[in-house]
C-alpha cells in the first residue's frame, strides 16, 4: 500500500485524474491525501468534490478555506457573486456532496508514518497532541447541523489574531479555523497575519512563514493553501503541496512512502522529481 497526497484541487479535476493514472493509483491498495480546496476557482468543482467522496476510504480530505466558504453559503442561503459556487450548490447532487463535505476533518495523521495533514499547517505554539485536540472540537461542531449553522454565521474574521490557552466559545473556534484553513505568516507567538500571500522572502516585519519557527514536532507536516511557496520550504518535514495549477502551474501528487513528487502541468505533461532534485530547482 502506497499514500500519496496531493496539493490543492481548486476544481481542477483533470490533471489529478492524469497524475493518479501516472502512477497507477489502485483505490483497493493504496491511499489518497488531499490537502483541501478542492472547490472553487476551476472547471470542475462539482466533479471534484464526487471523484474524492466516491474513492470512500481510499481518500481523504482536509477542510480548506474555499471548502468552509462554500459550506457556510450552502447552509447559510447566502447570496454570492462568484459563479462557480453557484453553479457547484445548483448541481443535482449538491446537497448529498454537502453533507459529505461537512464530515471532513481539518487535521488527519497517520501514526504509523508519523504523518500530519492541515490545510494551511500549524502554529508553531501548538504541539502535535494539542494541534489534534483542537481540530476535534471544531470537527465536532461541524458534525451537528445546528451547531455547524450557528458557527458558519460567526465563522468570518481575522479576531482573534493571537492563540491564549483561555480563549472560549467562537473566538476559540474561529481562531482554530483561521490557522489551519488561512495561516501563511505568523509572529512567534502565533499571531496571524492574513494580508500577505507572496513568497516567505516578502512579509510582513516581524513575522515568518509559520514553519520557519522553532517548534518541537514528533511528525512531518503535510499541507497545501500557499501556493506562492510552489512548493518550496526547504524542510524535510515540511511538505508544502499547493503549487497553483488553477494559477497556470502545476498540480503535484507526492509519494509519500518514497518521497518522489510527480508534477502534471497544464499541458498534461507530467515530470518526476525526489526530494533532492526538487529543492535544488530553486
Known amino acids: 500500500m502506497t499514500l500519496y497526497a496531493v496539493g490543492d484541487l481548486q476544481g481542477c479535476l483533470h490533471p489529478l485524474q492524469r497524475l493518479l493514472d501516472h502512477v497507477n493509483f489502485d483505490p483497493a491498495v493504496d491511499k489518497l491525501w488531499l490537502t483541501g480546496d478542492l472547490v472553487n476557482r476551476g472547471p470542475d468543482s462539482i466533479g471534484c468534490l464526487a471523484f474524492v467522496k466516491n474513492l470512500g476510504e481510499s481518500a ?11 459550506l457556510a453559503i450552502h447552509e447559510l442561503k447566502l447570496k454570492t457573486k462568484d459563479d462557480d459556487i453557484k453553479q457547484t450548490l445548483a ?27 492541515t490545510h494551511a499547517g500549524i ?8 494541534a489534534r485536540i ?12 445546528i451547531s455547524r449553522r450557528e458557527f458558519f454565521a460567526a465563522m468570518y474574521g481575522n479576531q482573534p489574531d493571537r492563540w491564549r490557552d483561555d480563549l472560549q ?41 509559520w514553519f520557519q519557527w522553532k517548534h518541537k514536532r514528533k511528525h512531518r507536516i503535510v499541507f ?18 499547493d503549487t497553483g495549477y488553477v494559477w497556470g502551474n ?15 502541468d497544464t499541458e498534461g505533461a507530467i515530470t518526476e522529481f525526489s526530494e533532492l532534485e526538487f529543492e535544488c530547482l530553486k
Open 134 to 145: 483542537l481540530a476535534s472540537e471544531v470537527e465536532a461542531i461541524l458534525a451537528d447541523k
Open 60 to 70: 481523504q480530505t482536509v477542510l480548506g478555506n474555499h471548502d468552509l466558504h462554500l
Open 91 to 117: 448541481h443535482e447532487d449538491a446537497k448529498k456532496l454537502m453533507k459529505w463535505l461537512a464530515k471532513q476533518p481539518l487535521l488527519v495523521r497517520d501514526k504509523e508514518r508519523k504523518l500530519i495533514m
Open 224 to 241: 497545501g493553501h500557499w501556493a506562492a511557496l510552489m512548493g518550496h520550504t526547504h524542510r524535510g518535514d515540511i511538505i508544502g503541496l
Open 169 to 209: 466559545g467562537v473566538d476559540r473556534l474561529r481562531f482554530v479555523v483561521n490557522a489551519y484553513t488561512r495561516m501563511r505568516f505568523c509572529a512567534k507567538d502565533a499571531t496571524l497575519d492574513f494580508k500577505f500571500k507572496s513568497s516567505p522572502n516578502n512579509g510582513p516585519k516581524g513575522m515568518k512563514p
Open 250 to 264: 502545476h498540480m503535484t501528487l507526492m509519494d509519500m512512502d518514497n518521497n518522489v513528487r510527480y508534477c502534471c
Open 123 to 130: 502554529p508553531p505554539v501548538w504541539s502535535d497532541k494539542q
